[in-house]
């Protein structure tokens, strides 16, 4: 992501397939060496550790999408 920071993150709904929604966005990426951001979101979902998923020598970081592009399927909703 660093080295090509263009992304997409695409919707699909369940209830209907051909009605989607695309986001087109440049990603940032930061460390998130003291975890801070980790904890807020283990926080959020009942207080997971996340720190006890991490394998020796990886580290966290924290991927910022920035949009460029909105794109949805019918167009208008």
Same mark, same amino acid.
Request: proline share 12%; net charge neutral.
């Given at each position: 992501?660093?080295?090509?920071?263009?992304?997409?993150? /695409? /919707?699909?709904?369940?209830?209907?397939?051909?009605?989607?929604?695309?986001v087109?966005?440049?990603?940032?990426?930061?460390?998130?060496?003291?975890?801070?951001?980790?904890?807020?979101? &283990?926080?959020?979902? &009942?207080?997971?550790?996340?720190?006890?998923?991490?394998?020796? &020598?990886?580290?966290?970081?924290?991927?910022?999408?920035?949009?460029?592009?909105?794109?949805i399927?019918?167009? &208008?909703?």
């Amino acid at each position: 992501m660093q080295a090509h920071p263009e992304c997409t993150l /695409f /919707f699909l709904d369940p209830a209907n397939p051909y009605r989607t929604l695309e986001v087109r966005a440049r990603a940032e990426v930061q460390p998130d060496p003291d975890y801070a951001f980790a904890e807020k979101l &283990g926080r959020k979902y &009942g207080g997971a550790n996340l720190r006890e998923r991490d394998q020796p &020598g990886e580290s966290r970081v924290v991927v910022t999408l920035h949009p460029v592009k909105v794109n949805i399927w019918p167009p &208008g909703g």
